[in-house]
């Protein structure tokens, strides 16, 4: 059974939703590898025949809910991001890749961990640790902006068509470089704290990027003032 019977962008993915976001996110994300795996060769064309038989109205929801980047497309499938959202992710091709400097081709990590599988081309990743720390999820790397945070590169790989990785909120990591046409199938689980972290890997000071819910806070609060 493939992860997109049943499912489209307004009704969001049966076999996803069912899983125990809320109770046991560590599981959940363990099952929903399981799916990505699970979804054999021809990964692209049945994403492809999926995509062209959506109606109007999936059409409107999944356009409404995408997102632009610097690296990539963000092309949202399906989902409540409570618990879990799909994407298609879209790089830009290699040349253009190699320019863009902000957001997956930056060191950095996530509010929410996710598993993903490569459905074309590949990607070439590197993995960090911080030296010093067991780990990198540390609040006072914030330091109004101005903390210094050394990395050590722990793991580098090529991921090719059929690879999945998962990746926990706290990992840190960055896509060195794509090759052509490379598309990733993205299953995203529940966000588990209210910040992300693009960090310098020569050394220099960390930036914090607060989730909008936290940035819509403080613009209630300034309009009120």
Same mark, same amino acid.
């Given at each position: ?25 560590? !599981? ?27 109606? $109007? ?14 690296? %990539? ?15 298609? %992710? $879209? ?33 070439? &990743?590197?993995?960090? =640790? ?7 999820? =540390? !609040? ?11 990395? !050590? ?12 990785? &998962? ?10 470089? /794509?090759?052509? !046409? ?5 299953? $995203? ?16 000071? /960390? ?6 819910? &936290? ?11």
């Amino acid at each position: 059974m493939t992860m997109f019977e049943g499912a489209s962008p307004t009704v969001g993915f049966p076999s996803i939703a069912g899983l125990a976001w809320s109770e046991d996110p560590d !599981r959940a994300h363990v099952e929903a590898r399981k799916l990505l795996e699970e979804e054999g060769e021809g990964l692209a064309r049945r994403i492809s025949l999926w995509l062209s038989a959506l109606d $109007q109205r999936d059409v409107d929801s999944l356009l409404s809910r995408s997102m632009y980047r610097s690296s %990539h497309h963000k092309w949202c499938l399906g989902g409540d991001h409570h618990d879990y959202v799909v994407w298609l %992710h $879209q790089y830009k091709e290699p040349a253009e890749f190699a320019e863009a400097e902000g957001f997956a081709a930056s060191t950095h990590n996530h509010r929410y961990g996710f598993s993903s599988r490569v459905v074309s081309g590949g990607l070439h &990743t590197t993995w960090f =640790h911080v030296v010093g720390q067991d780990n990198a999820e =540390h !609040r006072e790397f914030d330091g109004g902006g101005n903390a210094h945070v050394e990395l !050590r590169p722990a793991k580098q790989t090529w991921l090719r068509e059929g690879d999945v990785v &998962t990746l926990d909120h706290h990992d840190i990591h960055q896509i060195d470089k /794509v090759a052509a !046409r490379t598309c990733t199938l993205l299953i $995203q689980g529940p966000v588990r704290r209210d910040f992300s972290t693009v960090f310098n890997p020569s050394g220099g000071p /960390v930036k914090i990027i607060d989730a909008h819910e &936290t940035l819509l806070s403080r613009l209630t609060h300034r309009l009120s003032d």
